[in-house]
């Protein structure tokens, strides 16, 4: 027995074409062209209930939702619709110090007894509680050196305990986790400005120093906002900084856990939600571009390789299954040297030109072999063969990969998810159609424009599409495991819906798996204990991740190699390595200048991390240095935005229409004393 509820705005603002939009794009790359879901590729083909339809379940969404830490009690929403980034009004600091943080909103829609979707329910449709747990358990856990599932092409070196010299787990949980505690709020707009201690995730660590870690609210209509913690790390001992994932005596307050809701109609049925996962991690620096494969990729991957789901029959969508991967890769021209200087090494392949997109857009055989030279330019993730290191190095992105440990190993660069992969291959052999430039196609702006029952989706899709989909080494937000089948309630319920993952009963936080985590013991376990790769707990997403997690931020740049061009990188998309900054940017555009020293600076990129490794004439400015001045400096760091280029008759010609540009840096990384610009030059 269900309750049936009115469906609202079930076709939104009239979406012709029923797809998302692509967002913003490198040069004049069809700024506000639309391409079809590729919800569609792991969901199924989502459909609307009929009027009138009973509710016979409720589900949370995103599936798994993803919270960014910032200092400033200024906050913005994640993105809720795949390809439209956030617009924080007056942009991701409140300030040039503080970052505003990312809050996750949830939602709850209702199904009828087929799975299609009523619609959503809110504060008045039902009275909704909300709980959730969030957990930082990083030095409880054991340390990263690679990931543990990728064979004999990169084998998984096993990693011993943090603070391994707390031995009795009791101890271990006492003083190693940061456990917030389950919270619980209902109603519409509780807790509005996070003053209310009962809704505030907060533990303790090394037996004493409070830690906050974030705290639950609701909007206006009852949905729940989980508002992350500052992105504070420290360490009650002054312990030294040794590496850069694994840093005894340290915590930081990154933390994730399950979010959960029972939902009672107003005829007093009661429903327990289908629940998701909350992780709150580091800001995304480069907010405008994509990662070139992202984490939604990478989950999409599993569950076509465990038939969970089907990939799409050829002839496949250009816009929706192709466009996105050159979008990327052209966009990355704005973060490294690598990609902006990509003709020197590769050849061709200027993904910023339209006239070079609508040559990949077309699918003739006459093309064929244009397509194909293309093709050969991007890494081939099949090609495990002894010479595939050599073979495979200087492709496209030029960037390390999960098995950097292993020279030699084709893992040593970046790899595409396989389906990501197989996409270019069907575009290659001419399996698309051109829907480039598909004159239906409408702008979409917020999720009530898209139909009714692309809505649930597109919410875990837009959550996970800025997230890193590799390397994974750790990674930038979350790692390898994701791509891993039993971590999700599909493993061992063919009823599940895709991308949830399985929720755990452990009787502790802490794991103990031995003395050494291995591959073996990640999969199947230790005695008693269950594996890691499995169930997941609150604190068991994040706690694989660098400690503290600024150390990892900052060290994963650009990799110096012995060859002296190019440089390979590691994630560029959330941690820019070269960029052109807002000094230049001004005077790009300003028009009294002369067309060539306009282009000159225009043409000049700095390092996004210049004056962290070192500060003045005598600092170090070693590996160490930089990554641990990045734990107090991290916050003044610049956020790579899309800006209007000159338009003005004297501008230099091929300037792109939109240029991507490092706002909001500190005008300094001096942080021995509260220096200001007025002072005067720094001393000695």
Known sequence: MGQKVERKNARGGGVRRRDFLAGGAAGMLAANLAWQPKAAVAAGHAKAAPEGAEIAKV?????????????????????????????????????????????????????????????????????????????????????????????????????????????????????????????TIS?????????????????????????????????????????????????????????????????????????????????????????????????????????????????????????????????????????????????????????????????????????????????????RAFRLSVFEKFRNPYNTTPDAFKEERLKIPYMMGDGVNYSGSPLQWFQFPKLQYDHLALWAEGKFFDDWKDAEADAVERLDDLPLEQRPQALTEAALEPCSGGAFHPGVELTYYLRLAPMYQRYTNDDAELFRLAHGDRPSIVQDLGFLLTPEIAFKGYKDTPPPIGPQMPGDLTRWMGLPWQCDAFSCQQVLMQENYPTAVWWPALLPIDVLPEVYYKELMNETLSTSERRKFFDSRVAWSRAVAGIGYHANGSYWDGITNMITLWERMGFVVKLPGPKDPKAPEGIPKEVYVEVGRADTMEFRFDWKPKDGMLPE
């Not at 609210?217 to 009650?236: H, Y």
């Open 59 to 183: 589900r949370i969404y995103p599936a798994i939702g993803i919270c960014r830490v910032g200092g400033s009690k200024e906050w913005f929403l994640a993105p809720e619709v795949p390809g439209l980034p956030p617009k924080p009004e007056g942009g991701f600091k409140d300030g040039d110090r503080r970052i505003k943080k990312q809050v996750q909103r949830f939602r709850v829609y209702a199904f009828d007894s087929q799975d299609r979707v009523i619609g959503e329910l809110k504060d008045g449709d039902a009275t909704i509680s909300w709980s959730a747990h969030l957990v930082n358990a990083k030095a409880a856990w054991y340390g990263f050196n690679n990931p543990l599932d990728n064979g004999n092409l990169a084998p998984g070196l096993p990693g011993q305990k943090r603070n391994q010299y707390f031995t009795d787990n009791a101890e271990r949980e006492r003083m190693l986790v940061i456990d917030g505690g389950r919270k």
């Open 187 to 367: 109603g519409a707009g509780v807790n509005p400005d996070g003053t209310e201690a009962r809704y505030a995730f907060e533990g303790t660590f090394w037996g004493e120093e409070k830690v906050g870690l974030g705290d639950l609210r609701t909007d206006a209509e009852g949905r729940l906002l989980v508002v992350p913690p500052d992105g504070v790390s420290n360490s009650p001992t002054n312990a030294g900084i040794t590496s850069f994932a694994d840093n005894d005596g340290w915590h930081d307050d990154w933390c994730d856990g399950p979010v959960t809701a029972t939902v009672q109609l107003a005829n007093g049925i009661t429903f327990e939600a289908d629940p998701a996962w909350v992780a709150c991690v580091g800001p995304n620096f480069a907010p405008d571009i994509p990662p070139i494969s992202t984490m939604y990729d990478v989950i999409s991957n599993l569950n076509v390789e465990e038939r969970w789901a089907e990939a799409p029959e050829a002839p496949i969508s250009f816009r929706k299954y192709i466009y996105p991967t050159f979008r990327r890769a052209a966009l990355m021209e704005w973060l490294t040297d690598a990609a902006n200087l990509r003709q020197g090494w590769l050849g061709e392949a200027d993904f910023s030109d339209p006239a070079f997109i609508a040559r990949l857009a077309d699918p003739s055989e006459g093309n």
